[in-house]
DNA sequence: AGCACGCCGACT
DNA sequence: GTCGGCGTGCTC
C-alpha cells in the first residue's frame, strides 16, 4: 500500500492522494490522522480514509510526513457513516471532519516569525511598527501571526512583515502547536524507602522538634495505610486550612514523602449514591416487549408517547438492557438545556460511566471525551447532534428523544444534515438499535412506520393513568362582536386564567413571536425600519428599548420621529410576546408574571433562575415563545392558553401546520401533569381550522392522516424528496445569473416538473448576501438516486464556471 | 478554506 | 507614481 487517501480539514471535495514513505507504511492504517503538506506550506492533520496501490496520473503525489496516532482514531463503522453522510446530503468530508473533530485534534500549522540569526538591526531606518516587531521578537524568539495585532495596526502587519523580510532581519517558519495539554494534580504518598524501613519511630522522634511537620506526617501515614489504593490529593492536606505548603516542602526536604502529578480528568462525574430502576406499568411493558421484538427483527422504532407517558422510563429500561449486554449506547437531545431530567435518572444509576459531549463544552473537555470514549471509558454518551461523530467501538443502542424537534438541523448549519435520519444510518452502521421517541413525532417518522420501514410503538396514556388536558377553542371574533375582550384577550381566557390562580395553581401563557411589536410604522408616509443587512423590518423591543433583526442580530435605536417625514405619529403593529406580557402583568397586578423568550433568557443562569420560581411556587404565570414548550414539567400548572394561536398557522412553510400541532401539543403537555385536570385555551378567528378542531379531539391518528393527505395533495415530503439549493452573493446580478444558469443545467438533465426555480429567497437580501433558491422535487423510491446523480453532475457542471466560484452554495437535502 | 498572483482605483 | 482592494486559480 503506497498511496493513501486523506481527508482534509479543509471545504474542499473528496479526498487527496499522498505518497506513503517506505518507513511509515507497515504502520499506517486507515483511520489514523497523519501530517501531511498541502499547498506552499501549509502543514494540516489529515485523516487516512484509504490505502491502496493506484499512482495517481495527472499530478505527483507528496509525502505523509508523519503519522499521529497508533491505533485508528477514527473506527470503520465512522468511515462508513462519513462516507454516507457526504454521498447522501452531498457535502464534503472536509467539512464533515471540521464538525466531527475538536480542534485540538485536527491541529495545522500556525505562520511564525523570527529573527533571523546573526543579524545586526540598524534601527535608525526603521519606522515604528518595524520596531515594535523587532524588539518583540528580541524579547520571545517567535511570535505568531495574530499576536503581532495586539501591538501593530492589523492594516499594517502585512506591511510590516514584508519591509523585514526585505531588509533580512526576520524569516517566515511554519510550526505545529501540541494544543492539548493534560489538566494534572499533585498527589502525595510516604517516600518508599521510609516506608520499607521499619524504624517509624526513631523518625516521629525526629520529627519532634516540629510538630505540625509531624502531625502531616502522621495524617499522610494514616491515610495511606488505612486506603492504600486511593491516591491522596495534595490540596486536600491543605483543606482545613490546619497544614500549609511549608510543613509539606518540609517533609518533603528530609526525604520522607514525596510528590507526584497524575492526569486528571476535566469533567468532573458524578459520584454520589447509585440507584435501581422504577418498575415499568403495564402499558410501558408492553411496549417495551414490541421494541424488543421490532429489535430481534432488525427494525428500528418510533416510539410516540403522549406527553407524560413515561418514555424516558422505557429508554431507561432499554439502556439498562444494553450496558447489562456490554454495549454503549448513544442517548441524542436536541439541546443541552433538556438533560437536566434524563441526567439526573442516569447519573443515580451509572454514575461516572455516564458523557456529556454538546456545543457548550470547551475543545479541551471535547478532547477528554474523546479520550474516554476511545477507552472504553463511558457507556451512555448524552449529547447533542456533534456527539454522533465520536469514535464509538461498540454502539448497541441509540435513542433520539424529542425526534421531530429541529434543533437535529439546524438551518444554517454545515455540514447540513438531519440527526435524526443520520441516526437511523449510524445506528445501522454499528448495528444498533434506534429509538425515535417523541410525543409529536414528525410526519415523516410517522409516515415511516405507517409504511413499516420503522415499528410504531404508542404510548397512549399518562403514567399513572392521569387524564390528558382538555381543549377549548375560544372563538375571538365573536368574543370581540360581542365586546367581551379586553386588547389581546377574551374576557372568557381571563376568567380562567383568574380561576387558575385562584386555585393556587401556574398558568403559562404562549405566544410565538419574539419583540414587542413586529413593524414600527409612520402613521402619515408608511415609514418602516429595515435592517441595512438583511431586506427584513426590524422588530421593535420594549424591554431593552431598541430595534433588532432577528436574521442577522443587528440592533439599532428606536426612531423618535419619522427619519423620511419626520412625524412623530408612528404606530406599532403586531403584537409580540412582550406586549402580551405587559398586558397581562396589567390584567393580573397582583401576581407574578414573569417572560420566558430568548431575549429574556439571554444573561447567565437566566433560564436556571426562573426555573427555580416557577418550580418554588414564586411565579404566578409565564409568558412565552416556544421555549416554554420545552423541559418545564412542573406539577401546578394547569392552564396553558395561546391568545393568538392563529400566527402559529400563518407561516410561509409548508410545515406550518405540523409545527403548529408540535408546539401546541407540546406546551400543552405542561399543564395537569399530576393532577389530570389540565386545561388548554386556543384563542382563534378560524375555530373551524382543521388543525385546531382535530387538536380538540386530541386523537393523534387523525391528525397525521389530515397532514399527510394535503402533503399528497401538493407532492410535498414524505410523498417527495426536497432538496433545496441556496446561492448567495453581495452581488445581485451576479447571483441572478448564476442562479438562471445552474437551474438551465438542472433542466437540461431533471424532468420540468422536478425544478422549481430560481427565484429570489423570501428573505431576499441576508446579512448583505442576496439569495436566490432553487428547489427541487424528486419522485421517492428508486428513480431518487438515478435523479440525485444528475443532481450531483449538474452542481459538478456549475462548479466548473469558475466566474461563479466566489458564490455561496448551499444545497439542502431532505429539506 | 487559505494563499499567491494579477489587475484596477485613491492616496503620498 | 505606489498601495492595497479583491477577483481568480490552485492545492494531492
Given amino acids: 500500500m503506497q498511496y493513501a487517501q486523506i481527508v482534509l480539514p479543509l471545504n474542499l471535495k473528496g479526498s487527496f492522494t499522498y505518497k506513503v514513505p517506505e518507513e511509515l507504511m507497515s504502520d499506517i492504517k486507515t483511520g489514523m490522522r497523519v501530517l501531511v503538506p498541502f499547498g506552499g506550506k501549509k502543514i494540516y492533520t489529515g485523516i487516512v480514509f484509504e490505502l491502496h496501490d493506484n ?69 535608525e531606518n526603521l519606522d515604528v511598527n518595524e520596531m515594535y516587531l523587532i524588539q518583540a521578537l528580541e524579547v520571545r524568539q517567535l511570535i ?83 486506603h492504600p489504593e486511593v491516591p491522596i490529593r495534595k490540596a486536600e492536606l491543605f483543606e482545613d486550612g490546619y497544614f500549609g505548603s511549608s510543613h509539606f516542602k518540609g517533609l518533603a526536604d528530609k526525604g520522607l514523602v514525596e510528590e ?34 421490532a429489535f430481534e427483527e432488525g427494525k428500528n422504532v418510533l416510539l410516540h408517547g403522549v406527553t407524560s407517558s413515561g418514555k424516558t422510563h422505557i429508554y431507561l429500561e432499554k439502556i439498562d438492557e444494553c450496558i447489562q449486554e456490554g454495549k454503549n449506547v448513544l442517548f441524542l437531545l436536541p439541546e443541552i438545556s433538556l438533560t437536566k431530567q434524563i441526567t439526573q435518572r442516569l447519573e443515580k444509576k451509572y454514575g461516572r460511566q455516564l458523557g456529556f459531549y454538546h456545543q457548550k463544552l470547551t475543545d479541551f473537555e471535547r478532547v477528554e ?52 435520519d443520520a441516526a437511523l444510518v449510524l445506528g445501522n452502521m454499528y448495528g444498533a438499535g434506534v429509538i425515535l421517541g417523541s410525543a409529536t413525532p414528525s410526519v415523516e417518522s410517522y409516515y415511516n412506520a405507517r409504511k413499516d420501514k420503522i415499528k410504531y410503538v404508542f404510548l397512549n396514556e399518562r403514567f399513572g393513568n392521569v387524564n390528558l388536558p382538555e381543549y ?50 409612520c402613521e402619515s408616509c408608511g415609514y418602516v425600519n429595515y435592517c441595512s443587512n438583511c431586506d427584513v423590518v426590524m422588530t421593535y423591543h420594549k424591554a431593552a428599548n431598541e430595534m433588532k433583526c432577528h436574521y442577522c442580530g443587528q440592533r439599532a435605536s428606536k426612531p423618535r420621529s419619522c427619519p423620511k417625514c419626520q412625524s412623530e405619529k ?33 444573561k447567565k443562569f437566566a433560564y436556571e ?87 380538540k379531539m386530541n386523537n393523534p391518528a387523525k391528525i397525521y392522516k389530515y397532514i399527510l393527505t394535503e402533503r399528497q395533495k401538493f407532492h410535498y415530503p414524505p410523498f417527495t424528496k426536497l432538496i433545496m439549493i441556496e446561492l448567495k452573493h453581495r452581488k445581485e446580478d451576479k447571483v441572478n445569473r448564476a442562479s438562471q444558469f445552474l437551474g438551465s443545467i438542472l433542466r437540461k438533465y431533471l424532468p420540468e416538473e422536478c425544478v422549481l426555480g430560481p427565484e429570489r429567497a423570501p428573505i431576499a437580501r441576508l446579512n448583505n448576501l442576496y439569495q436566490f433558491q432553487i428547489m427541487l422535487k424528486l419522485p421517492r423510491g428508486k428513480k431518487y438516486d438515478e435523479f440525485k446523480k444528475m443532481v450531483l453532475l449538474s452542481l459538478n457542471e456549475f462548479d466548473e464556471i469558475t466566474a461563479y466560484q466566489s458564490i455561496k452554495k448551499d444545497v439542502l437535502v431532505d429539506f
Fill in 55 to 123: 499512482a495517481p496520473e495527472n499530478f505527483s503525489a507528496k509525502e505523509v510526513i508523519s503519522i499521529l496516532d497508533d491505533q485508528p482514531i477514527l473506527p470503520e463503522e465512522q468511515i462508513d457513516f462519513w462516507n454516507w453522510l457526504s454521498d447522501y446530503y452531498l457535502c464534503k468530508l472536509g467539512e464533515i471532519y471540521r464538525f466531527a473533530f475538536p480542534s485540538s485534534l485536527k491541529l495545522e500549522s500556525e505562520t511564525y516569525l523570527k529573527l533571523k540569526p546573526n543579524t545586526t538591526v540598524d534601527f
Fill in 144 to 226: 505568531n501571526l495574530t499576536d503581532i495585532e495586539a501591538f501593530i495596526p492589523k492594516k499594517d502587519i502585512i506591511k510590516t512583515i514584508n519591509s523585514l523580510i526585505d531588509l533580512q532581519y526576520i524569516e517566515i517558519d511554519e510550526k505545529i502547536a501540541e494544543k492539548y495539554k493534560a489538566k494534572e494534580v499533585a498527589y502525595v504518598k510516604i517516600n518508599d524507602e521510609v516506608l520499607g524501613n521499619q524504624n517509624l519511630t526513631e523518625i516521629l522522634v525526629r520529627l519532634n522538634r516540629s510538630s505540625k511537620q509531624k502531625d502531616l506526617f502522621l495524617a499522610i501515614l494514616e491515610k495511606q495505610t488505612e
Fill in 260 to 293: 507526584y502529578l497524575m492526569q486528571k480528568d476535566r469533567i468532573e462525574s458524578y459520584e454520589g449514591e447509585i440507584e435501581e430502576l422504577e418498575e415499568l406499568t403495564e402499558q410501558q411493558k408492553e411496549a417495551k416487549n414490541e421494541i424488543d421484538e
Fill in 369 to 420: 471525551v474523546w479520550r474516554r470514549i476511545k477507552h472504553n471509558d463511558i457507556k451512555i454518551l448524552i449529547g447533542t447532534r456533534n456527539a454522533m461523530f465520536l469514535p464509538y467501538r461498540n454502539l448497541g443502542l441509540i435513542v433520539v428523544d424529542e425526534e421531530h424537534d429541529s434543533a437535529y438541523r439546524p438551518r444554517e448549519a454545515s455540514p447540513n444534515f438531519n440527526a435524526k
Fill in 472 to 521: 377549548e377553542l375560544i372563538n375571538f371574533k365573536e368574543a370581540q362582536e360581542s365586546k367581551k375582550v379586553s386588547g389581546n384577550f377574551s374576557l372568557h381566557l381571563i376568567d380562567e386564567i383568574k380561576k387558575t390562580l385562584d386555585e393556587k395553581n401556574q398558568a403559562i401563557v404562549l405566544h410565538n413571536r419574539r419583540g414587542y411589536a413586529n413593524v414600527i410604522e
Fill in 570 to 602: 408612528l404606530n406599532e403593529r403586531g403584537v409580540g410576546v412582550e406586549q402580551i406580557h405587559e398586558e397581562v402583568s396589567k390584567l393580573f397586578p397582583d401576581h407574578v408574571v414573569d417572560r420566558m423568550d430568548v431575549d429574556s433568557m439571554r
Fill in 609 to 695: 433562575k426562573l426555573y427555580e420560581k416557577i418550580e418554588d411556587g414564586e411565579t404566578d404565570i409565564v409568558v412565552g415563545t416556544q421555549m416554554i414548550s420545552k423541559g418545564l414539567d412542573f406539577d401546578h400548572i394547569e392552564l396553558v392558553t395561546i391568545p393568538k394561536a392563529d400566527s402559529l398557522l400563518y407561516v410561509q412553510d409548508f410545515r406550518a401546520e405540523e409545527r403548529a400541532y408540535q408546539l401546541i401539543t407540546q406546551v400543552s403537555g405542561r399543564a395537569g401533569r399530576v393532577s389530570g385536570k389540565g386545561r388548554i385555551l386556543i384563542q382563534t378567528y378560524n375555530p373551524d381550522h382543521s388543525v385546531f378542531q382535530l387538536i
